[in-house]
């Protein structure tokens, strides 16, 4: 088995994408997207953490965190998260995806096991990672447009001035290449 290596520092930025189990289609449905925004509620208020942007798509999310100075744990906070779902909307809704070894495990069906995280280097590599988690739900086929996009930060940054409600990263000359 793989020995894997996480970067420690202090007040980290990092990058994530959290794939659900087989890609099944979790959060295609709005009270699968609400039960994960409450997850991320109850694991905020006990492990903090700063949620820069966000995006959740019927089978994976992406999201940027901004860590606290003392604490770059976010294993423990994906942990909290995945674990906080399973519990509440497994009560509910059945998983069937429990193998043999996910059952030794006592995992259930929901999320794969592992998550890519990604280090944001400067404010260039935040501005590509913003712009691609943004225009995922275009990319994938789910929305003509960012704004289109309910389960997204896009419209916090739209609010606030970063984005204009129109936005398209393919309209500016300095664009990113988001194809395959």
């Not at 590509?128 to 789910?142: A, C, D, F, S, T």
């Amino acid at each position: 088995m793989p020995n894997y290596k996480r970067l420690k520092g202090k007040g980290l930025t990092v990058f994530f994408t959290v794939v659900t189990y087989k890609r099944r289609p979790l959060f295609q449905e709005d009270n699968a997207s609400e039960c994960l925004r409450r997850c991320f509620d109850v694991t905020r208020s006990k492990y903090p953490f700063i949620q820069d942007a966000i995006c959740v798509l019927p089978d994976h999310i992406h999201t940027i965190w901004t860590l606290p100075e003392d604490d770059n744990n976010y294993s423990l906070r994906w942990a909290s998260i995945k674990s906080g779902f399973t519990r509440a909307y497994g009560k509910e809704h059945d998983d069937g995806y429990i193998n043999r070894s996910r059952k030794d495990r006592r995992e259930r069906g929901f999320w794969q096991r592992r998550f890519w995280e990604h280090v944001i280097r400067d404010e260039e590599d935040l501005t590509r990672h913003l712009e691609y988690i943004h225009y995922n739900p275009v990319k994938h086929g789910l929305a003509n447009a960012p704004a289109e996009w309910k389960w997204s930060s896009f419209h916090e940054y739209v609010k606030n001035g970063y984005y204009l409600m129109n936005w398209n990263p393919y309209t500016r000359e300095d664009a990113h290449d988001y194809g395959e």
